[in-house]
């Protein structure tokens, strides 16, 4: 008889109020049922789940759960996993989602362990935590310029095994090298090629799924409306996808390069206001990014990075800066010319000339805790408006950033219900606000998040509006979360159409039809059409 996770998450409060060694036995109850349970599935195979399944009494407990735990934030978090499974085969995840089934555990999943609320690898119920780390092969096949990645390789390694296989061939992902690629592909996947090449997850032609029965379906078997909404509609709601498989593009054997730093006496804030109106309007071939943040000086000043790639040589560039955006200088002095993976460490902020090994680089250093917000800008904000932004990112005590990414070029062409990620035609670009700071007190914490809570308010009427968008990849619980268990459509929609706008209502119907149990739910996952809270 399979239990509830509620139950389970009840049986694993109650001692609270008695003992912690009562609740310390609790847990180990489930913990030993697990095991047995895998052991069962895996036709009695004890060492092989010996290697895979960490329980929080395992010495290497700690070390599996921090290998890729990205933000410091949630270190002194108590809401950990109960078990950790790191399969190395598809038959240890089927196995894995039956036993939680059967016992009444939450799961989630990790590919690259970015995910912004770190829902990846935190439940406030007793969940298993299935990380795909040893499940990260790349096939890549030229004569069909495609390739089969595995949802626990990292955006850097799927780059690396391109470069290693083609010198005109690329992907348009994340500037990230050590986001998981099964995460990213799963939220849309934006990147320095989305003007000409549109997201990552428009590139994705078949994929494999394990969903809540443990059975594997392919694009065929899984039916057209899953394989819609796995690409870009939280596909961690539908089932954990094993690999995807995705379309490479040409790139041209030389592309280039800028870095520009202007500073407020340079002329920071006016080339940023002048940017909003050219950037979405440039040739698909050319983005070029703003990246404006405080100086860390003291007194702290605004400091803008205009960072560019450009599909082509420093000849082509050059002349077409001059007639589309001459306000910023750009000379040939500026420009670095390389070849596409020299512009992927470029972008990451490598020297093109460091060794490609390290994009495979699973972890980002140094750390430091974090919180983003995002927006889709639709019309030019005035110079006022943005003045408001500036001063706020100054006077911060932490660092601060906001980073402008242009839309336009193909986004424009790719219609909103193409894919699950609505913001196409009509939005000039994203904001991410970031703020990063160090230590890891309660209240330092909380000081920061206020910062970012208060310059998205302000924000407000510059900003998308009916729905205020925003992007699921940086996914941010202040706009709304789902209950513990079930959660209405009505509720959902709170934070579910500001990322996915009129698709939200779609994915909800695929949901209800492929996993009608909500067996794979988190706090920001895509809810049933019929549910109903508290029941």
């Not at 060794?355 to 800008?377: C, G, H, I, M, Q």
Request: glycine share 8%; aromatic share 10%; charged share 20%.
């Amino acid at each position: 008889m399979q239990m509830s996770y509620l139950a389970v998450f009840l049986i694993l409060l109650l001692p609270i109020s008695s003992s912690s060694s009562s609740s310390s036995s609790a847990s180990t109850l489930v913990e030993k049922k697990f095991k047995e349970c895998l052991i069962t599935q895996l036709d009695g195979n004890s060492e092989s789940v010996d290697k895979i399944l960490f329980t929080k009494s395992s010495s290497q407990y700690p070390q599996v759960l921090e290998a890729l735990e990205q933000n410091p934030r949630w270190v002194n978090s108590s809401n950990k996993p109960l078990l950790i499974l790191t399969p190395f085969h598809e038959s240890e995840i089927q196995a894995g989602i039956r036993c939680s089934r059967e016992l009444g555990l939450q799961l989630r999943v990790r590919s690259g362990g970015h995910d912004y609320e770190g829902l990846s690898y935190l439940s406030e119920v007793p969940f298993v935590m299935v990380d795909l780390i040893n499940m990260r092969s790349i096939q890549v096949n030229l004569s069909d310029e495609t390739a089969w990645v595995q949802a626990g390789a990292s955006v850097g390694e799927l780059y690396y095994q391109i470069s290693k296989a083609s010198k005109v061939h690329g992907f348009p992902a994340g500037t990230c090298p050590s986001v998981g690629i099964g995460g990213h592909i799963s939220g849309g996947g934006q990147g320095v090629m989305l003007r000409k090449h549109g997201l990552a997850a428009d590139h994705v032609v078949d994929a494999y799924i394990i969903e809540a029965n443990g059975e594997i379906h392919d694009r065929k078997s899984m039916g057209e409306d899953v394989f819609w909404a796995i690409r870009g509609g939280s596909a961690t709601s539908f089932g954990v996808i094993l690999a995807w498989k995705i379309r490479l593009v040409r790139v041209p054997p030389i592309v280039t390069g800028f870095n520009v730093f202007k500073t407020v006496e340079e002329g920071a804030k006016n080339l940023i206001h002048r940017w909003q109106y050219i950037a979405p309007e440039l040739p698909e071939d050319l983005v070029i990014r703003v990246i404006a943040q405080n100086s860390g000086d003291k007194p702290k000043k605004l400091r803008a990075l205009f960072n560019s790639l450009f599909l082509g040589g420093v000849d082509r560039l050059i002349p077409l800066m001059n007639q589309s955006f001459p306000e910023l200088g750009l000379q040939a002095k500026d420009c670095t010319e390389m070849n596409w993976i020299q512009s992927v460490m470029f972008i990451a902020g490598f020297d093109i000339h460091d060794p490609l090994e390290l994009l495979l680089n699973r972890t980002t250093s140094p750390k430091s805790s974090f919180k983003a917000k995002s927006d889709f800008v639709k019309e030019p904000i005035p110079e006022t408006g943005l003045e408001g932004a500036w001063k706020m990112l100054v006077e911060e005590e932490a660092s601060t950033v906001m980073i402008l990414e242009p839309y336009g070029g193909i986004m424009n062409e790719i219609s909103e219900s193409e894919t699950p990620f609505p913001h196409r035609k009509g939005n000039l670009y994203n904001i991410q606000y970031l703020v990063n700071w160090n230590g890891n007190s309660n209240e330092e914490s909380k000081r920061h998040l206020l910062w970012a809570k208060m310059i998205y308010r302000y924000m407000t009427p510059y900003v998308s509006k009916s729905p205020r968008a925003a992007y699921f990849n940086y996914k941010d619980l202040d706009l709304g979360q789902n209950l513990l268990d079930n959660t209405s459509y009505s509720m959902a929609s709170v934070w579910g159409e500001k990322y996915f706008k009129g698709n939200f209502r779609r994915l909800a119907q695929i949901k209800t039809k492929f996993d009608p149990q909500n067996f794979f739910r988190n706090e920001q996952s895509i809810p049933l059409l019929n549910a109903h809270p508290y029941k």
